[in-house]
């Protein structure tokens, strides 16, 4: 039998060359390696032919791709050949459109009731070239990148790493393992592919073959994909000698969708199908067919290399160049997700899905109403109006969620907790239900509902520790505690621990509520959710738990808690508890503080005494917030219209009765602007006051003759004041009249207000006590907020709620408490 030859290709040989370069060796150190003479390495580099043998173990040494380096014999055969292959590609797609056109063109999930073109909905992909949970950075690195410092922004699918359109990755890369969350467009992403190719839009020179992994693994008679795809295709008239002429000559885009999907006991078995497929060299059939010439030489070989006892690597690399792959000028595109990849593919690249941005979900909107009732434009203006809810919307799978449940109301869910719940159960059960797939459970006493209850307890740690990213021993240390705990666990600290890893990965892989953002660093997929898991823990496994709800109630004054409270009572079948532990809560913080105490006395006394027809708590609210802002921002008032403005805005916020705003009642106003006069008396620059219009018409005299028959007493003490003020023009003039007699003046304003309207007092709080009265209104924004969110509360709190906000204790005490 005679020994073949193989010589490098122009390409190859500068490969070779840039090889041995990197490991600074030399010919002879390669020829050494290899166990041949100098003077073979020294021929393969002039391009000349050597022998079968050393050409292989030269590449195995150097670790370079033989197929990458030796020359190519297919393609004068390729060229001889071309008009009758693409004849044959043009047939084959005509043949198989309506099949491909059947299985991709259409998308139908989670409730939807009838499919959609994909063409219709579909929103082109963007590929991130590094796989984020493999970046090596810390967590100062990630919150950094995050911009944590404005909690309210604070967005988890915010990616830095450059987005390269989906198209352009799969032409860069024609052997590619696209990894992806849950629900990110992974097998969408595919069917598209399929659809460009086989319409003539992308690649048309090549035939689309789709394959769904869950269901090749599952086929009668586990055949191999060969065989597969000629049982799928010869209904349409396409035989199986064509199907291998179209791989033998490149032209086929192999989509292989879901290896995460393949149940466990197939795993290894679709695997090395997969391996064997872009190999080309373990299929007997097609080897038999293709090489029959060397199939003695074949046997003689593997023989000899049983003899030397040669490492199977060996054995495969030297098949890969005696019988040529002739199937890897195909494309070939697996789709996985991304914690759930076991197995690496060493010609492939690795790129990942990105989240959606926002240019891609107003198209995915667009693209949704563009033939409903509800229009995009109202959707994507209330999920701008709701970070949170739009922080979902960056995963495809839950942005088709939320326009569903737009689509059905014209609107969100006023109670935030049960939009999410929706999406969790999505991602924990409906998502693959839906496609009947059923996933192997990595720990069998973890049941969907303990899972909840697992994340809900890391949640809270993390949360209530700041940690929005944590370690993944962290996590594992959680999971731990859990599941120690559960009927028949081990007891082995070894075995928990890899029990523990095992659950984590399930969780990523399997419903993407816990990500790796990093090597070794994780977090919830979304802060919502972490929200949602932290208040469920409070509500839902400590229901019953009085020192659960207190632990809450010391985070009513943290900012980035607001969220959870929300949520906690939305969850909550009711909300009276809590609530009224929130309200006890606030009125505890001014209770030992007598002047605070004063200052809300003088806040029911004055509500009181105004006649005007609003209920108490509304008028309250205006005082109260009025003299807040005086206390708070008196420094920086520089015009009665900055004033008029930040007590709007905070009386809005406490707006109970959605009454018509008493803001304008005319009563209000008048006490309103003179209270504003006197800060300006107080507080006199002569940049903004030298215009006596603004003093005199424009605040004083216009206010006069409106409320003249409020307060007849009032109207002459006023005017005397009025006559008080220099009747000249010159603004020296102005300020030395107001340097001599403006405290006079002043003080005599006072003393006016607080005889006849009972405003006006000098409230001369501590900064101490400024800040805690601004966390007592803040408190009080929270409370009222709550109870108007869609929660479940009785009426009797809700009143008692409305009745004794911002009263003083001892008015308090007046009022029966309701009974729960």
Sequence with gaps: M???????????????????????????????????????????LKGNPIDYDCFIDICSQLKLEQNEIVKDELIEENQQSKINIDVLVQEVRQKIKPFIQERCGTMRVLDMTQPIGLNDIYTKVNILEKITGLRRKEIADLLQEYNCEDFERFGLGKIQEKRVPGLEAVEKYPKLMILGKPGAGKTTFLKYLAIQCIEGSFQPGRVPIFITLKDFAEAKNKPNFMEYIS??????????????????????????????????????????????????????????????????EYQNYLEEYSKKRQSTA?????????????????????????????????????????????????????????????????FLQRLAENRRIYELATNPLLLTLLCLVFEESGD???????????????????????????????????SVQRKEDLLSKIALNTFERSDYFFKQKVAEQHIIEYIRNLPDASTDPEALQLDSERVLKSLEAQHGLLVERAKGIYSFSHLTFHEYFTAREFITVQQSSAVALKNLLEHMMAKRWREVFFLALGMSPSADHLLLLMK???????????????????????????????????????????????????????????????????????????????????ELIYDFNLVGVLDLVRLFNFMFVHDRILMRDRVLIRNLDHVN?????????????????????????????WETNGKKWAEQ???????????????????????????YYDANKLLVECLNSDCYVSREVRQYIEDTLLLPNSEIEKYPKPNL
């Design 709 to 737: 028959n409020l307060n007849p007493q009032l109207k002459s003490p006023l005017q005397q004041l009025r006559n008080q003020l220099p009747n000249t023009e010159e603004c020296q003039q102005y300020e030395q009249w």
């Design 412 to 446: 969100f869910p006023a109670n935030r907790s049960e939009l999410y719940k929706e999406g969790i159960d999505a991602l924990l059960k409906k998502w693959d239900a839906k496609r009947g797939i059923y996933r192997d459970q990595v720990y069998k006493k973890l």
């Design 314 to 378: 060996n054995i495969t690399a030297w098949l890969r160049i005696k019988f040529p792959n002739k199937y890897y000028r195909n494309f070939f595109i697996i789709t996985c997700r991304i914690a759930a990849k076991e197995y690496t593919f060493e010609t492939f690249s690795e790129v990942e899905v990105a989240d959606f941005d926002d240019e891609q979900i107003a198209t995915f909107a667009n693209n949704w109403f563009k033939y409903k009732t509800v229009k995009s434009d109202k």
């Design 231 to 296: 049982q799928q295709y010869s209904v349409y008239g396409v035989t199986t000698t064509q199907v291998n002429y179209l791989f033998k000559h490149g032209r086929a885009i192999i989509l292989l969708d879901g290896l995460d999907e393949v149940r466990e006991e197939d795993s290894y078995r679709i695997v090395n199908h997969i391996r064997d497929f872009y190999e080309n060299y373990s299929y007997s059939d097609e080897f038999k067919i293709e090489q029959t010439e060397y199939s003695q």
């Design 749 to 775: 304003l006072r003393a006016i207000m607080i005889k006849y309207r009972n405003i006006g007092h000098d409230w001369q709080f501590s900064e101490q006590q400024k800040e805690l009265l601004q966390q």
């Design 2 to 44: 005679s020994r073949r030859t193989l010589q490098a290709s122009a390409e190859g040989i500068k490969k070779i060359k840039a090889a041995l370069k990197k490991k600074k060796w030399t010919q002879d150190y390669l020829a050494g390696c290899v166990g041949c003479h100098r003077q073979t390495i020294w021929s393969l």
């Design 584 to 666: 006890k809560k606030v009125d505890v913080m001014v209770a030992a503080d007598e002047e605070l105490q004063e200052f809300l006395i003088w806040v029911n006394q004055k509500s009181i005494s105004v006649n005007i027809p609003y209920k108490l708590v509304t008028v309250r609210t205006f005082y109260f917030t009025h003299n807040l802002v005086r206390v708070r921002e008196l420094v920086r008032i520089q015009d009665l219209t900055r004033v008029r403005d930040l007590v709007h805005d905070l009386f809005r916020n406490l707006n109970l009765t959605r009454e018509c705003d008493p803001i304008c009642d005319v």
